[in-house]
């Protein structure tokens, strides 16, 4: 009962498909309230000694904290509490064909659930409400909705947007998502001190911008001036101790606005990381689990990555269509012209050139990175327009 209810409310609610750890507190906030509604039922209790579950009332304060709308959760109350009595029906009906216990005993399940979801249901509210005043009181919320305003798709103005966030957005950064493997007093400014210190050894010049998720994750970006390479390898080099428990997820350096907004990509790199459970290196770079983290479904990281990798064959036109078809079975023949111009018709001088054409379109021979480049033939191949670079837009 409770995984099926689970399983509806994900489903119907978007709002609630949050990341790994937010959907584990969902799932034992219904595993509770099931198991708490079948003990009333079972054993009469008053529901005056009934109080909400713990999951459910840090779910409420979790849900605050990212800024879920608190119509979101009551939805989630509404729809559980209608399938809790849905199954409930369905077991007296294979239980006795009595209409008259049926009806007496489902009346009684429904005005018990309802009392039950009422209650509950206002301490769940007061406990969201009192984490959101507490939250916004302890955030800069200037900070936060101009970060929002600039990962959007709004236009934003630079200089007020420098002076309200203190960071030079004219420059070249790196996101960063962080966090801990559990929630505690202290949690985000150690999270924020590791966060300088990656920053120092990365040899940044500048404060990071810091801006807290909930209670054991935030999102950051590094200043790296007018450096385009963020040295990994050597901001991954101090003392294990330092960064016990504490995990970092990286997007691609970029520039200005456009490379603020790669934030995407630091996210990307934090699910391919969560995947990979607490023993997961310290460090995860989008670079490195690129194709991995385009199994997000984000439709606008995939977009990006093609182009990236693709460079001028992820042109939206006819010629970069045929190079890259010719290109994509290329591959898939193991680079042999022979296969390659049998399969298209084509003679092999024919395939030659055009094989020669597009590595002059990406810049850079096949080989050095083929895997990428063929996943990114294969998304181009099979989302079209939706990931390739249309006629006037700019290059990466």
């Given at each position: 009962?409770?995984a099926?209810i689970?399983d509806?409310l994900?489903?119907?609610?978007?709002?609630?498909?949050?990341?790994?750890?937010?959907?584990t507190l969902?799932?034992?906030s219904?595993?509770?309230?099931?198991?708490?509604?079948?003990?009333?039922?079972?054993?009469?209790?008053?529901?005056?000694n009934?109080?909400?579950?713990?999951?459910?009332?840090?779910?409420?304060?979790?849900?605050?904290?990212?800024?879920?709308?608190?119509?979101a959760?009551?939805?989630?109350?509404?729809?559980g509490?209608?399938r809790?009595?849905?199954?409930?029906?369905?077991?007296?009906?294979?239980?006795?064909d009595?209409?008259?216990?049926?009806?007496?005993?489902?009346?009684?399940i429904?005005?018990i659930?309802?009392?039950?979801?009422?209650?509950v249901?206002?301490?769940?509210?007061s406990?969201?409400?009192?984490?959101?005043?507490?939250?916004?009181r302890?955030?800069?919320?200037?900070?936060?909705?101009r970060v929002?305003?600039?990962?959007?798709?709004a236009?934003?103005?630079?200089?007020?947007?420098?002076?309200?966030?203190g960071?030079?957005?004219?420059?070249?950064?790196?996101?960063?998502?962080c966090w801990?493997?559990?929630?505690?007093d202290?949690?985000?400014?150690r999270?924020?001190?590791?966060?300088?210190?990656?920053?120092?050894?990365a040899?940044?010049?500048?404060r990071?911008?810091?801006?807290?998720?909930?209670e054991?994750?935030?999102w950051?970006?590094l200043?790296?001036?007018?450096?385009?390479v963020?040295?990994?390898?050597?901001?991954?080099?101090?003392?294990?101790?330092?960064?016990?428990?504490?995990?970092?997820?990286l997007?691609?350096v970029?520039s200005g606005?456009p490379?603020?907004?790669?934030?995407?990509?630091?996210?990307g790199?934090?699910?391919?990381?969560l995947?990979?459970?607490?023993?997961?290196?310290?460090l995860?770079?989008?670079?490195?689990?690129?194709?991995?983290?385009?199994?997000?479904?984000?439709?606008?990281?995939v977009r990006?990555?093609?182009?990236?990798?693709?460079r001028?064959?992820?042109?939206?036109d006819?010629?970069?269509?045929?190079l890259?078809?010719?290109?994509?079975?290329f591959?898939?023949?193991?680079?042999?012209?022979?296969?390659?111009?049998?399969?298209?018709?084509?003679?092999?001088?024919?395939?030659?050139?055009?094989v020669?054409?597009?590595?002059?379109s990406l810049?850079?021979?096949v080989?050095?990175d083929?895997l990428?480049?063929?996943?990114a033939?294969?998304?181009?191949?099979w989302?079209?327009?939706?990931?390739?670079r249309h006629a006037?837009?700019?290059?990466?």
């Amino acid at each position: 009962m409770s995984a099926d209810i689970y399983d509806l409310l994900v489903r119907e609610i978007p709002q609630l498909r949050s990341d790994r750890r937010l959907l584990t507190l969902l799932e034992a906030s219904v595993g509770e309230n099931v198991a708490t509604m079948l003990h009333v039922l079972q054993h009469d209790i008053d529901l005056d000694n009934v109080h909400a579950p713990a999951a459910a009332e840090e779910y409420a304060r979790r849900l605050a904290q990212r800024g879920v709308p608190i119509a979101a959760l009551l939805r989630a109350y509404r729809i559980g509490s209608a399938r809790f009595q849905y199954w409930c029906l369905e077991e007296l009906g294979h239980s006795t064909d009595s209409a008259s216990v049926i009806s007496a005993a489902g009346l009684r399940i429904a005005d018990i659930t309802a009392a039950y979801i009422d209650r509950v249901s206002e301490e769940v509210v007061s406990a969201y409400e009192a984490e959101k005043e507490n939250w916004l009181r302890n955030l800069s919320a200037a900070r936060a909705a101009r970060v929002r305003a600039l990962l959007g798709n709004a236009r934003v103005d630079l200089d007020s947007s420098e002076a309200i966030l203190g960071y030079r957005l004219r420059q070249h950064h790196v996101a960063v998502v962080c966090w801990a493997g559990a929630a505690g007093d202290g949690v985000l400014a150690r999270l924020e001190r590791v966060t300088a210190e990656v920053a120092r050894q990365a040899g940044c010049h500048g404060r990071p911008i810091f801006l807290p998720q909930d209670e054991s994750s935030a999102w950051a970006w590094l200043p790296l001036g007018i450096h385009d390479v963020f040295p990994i390898q050597v901001a991954s080099t101090f003392p294990a101790d330092v960064k016990t428990g504490i995990r970092f997820a990286l997007g691609a350096v970029g520039s200005g606005v456009p490379g603020f907004r790669r934030n995407q990509q630091a996210l990307g790199a934090h699910a391919v990381a969560l995947a990979a459970g607490p023993s997961g290196p310290f460090l995860t770079s989008f670079d490195d689990v690129a194709p991995l983290a385009l199994m997000s479904g984000s439709i606008d990281l995939v977009r990006v990555w093609v182009a990236e990798t693709l460079r001028s064959l992820a042109d939206d036109d006819e010629h970069s269509l045929v190079l890259r078809d010719t290109l994509r079975v290329f591959l898939e023949e193991g680079g042999s012209f022979k296969a390659t111009a049998e399969r298209l018709t084509l003679h092999k001088n024919t395939v030659q050139y055009r094989v020669r054409k597009a590595e002059q379109s990406l810049g850079r021979p096949v080989g050095e990175d083929r895997l990428q480049v063929e996943l990114a033939l294969l998304a181009s191949q099979w989302l079209g327009p939706a990931v390739l670079r249309h006629a006037g837009a700019p290059r990466p």
